[in-house]
Nanobody, 123 residues
């Protein structure tokens, strides 16, 4: 069974850090571009970051650029999202997803999705 599982979410104060992990089972993440998305209550799911399949190029939403870092460990079959300088507006459920596209442009190009992990930034 092909599955993605996110972990690492939680409650953190503004300015704090969290590291999210996305682990795959049943397939190799090395063959996919991996994206992180988030969805806040009442809002659409938005792309946060992506790391491409072949070259490992990284992309970030303007709102997280300079604060978040995406990385992959193909040996462990995981992709991580290091989130620093967190803000209350980063509060959302965070999802990882896998796409066969080299550079996925929209969320509709992702075939596999995790169940999400809650991130809450609050004092």
């Amino acid at each position: 069974q092909l599955q993605l599982v996110e972990s690492g979410g939680g409650l953190v104060q503004p300015g704090g850090s969290l590291r999210l992990s996305c682990a795959a089972s049943g397939f190799s993440l090395a063959h996919y571009s991996i994206g992180w998305f988030r969805q806040a209550p009442g809002k659409e799911r938005e792309g946060v970051s992506c790391i491409t399949r072949s070259d490992g190029d990284t992309y970030y939403a303007d709102s997280v650029k300079g604060r978040f870092t995406i990385s992959r460990d193909n040996a462990k079959n995981t992709v991580s999202l290091q989130m620093n300088s967190l803000k209350p507006e980063d509060t959302a459920v965070y999802y990882c997803a896998a796409s066969p596209a080299e550079v996925p442009v929209t969320k509709y190009e992702y075939d596999y999705w995790g169940q999400g992990t809650q991130v809450t930034v609050s004092s």
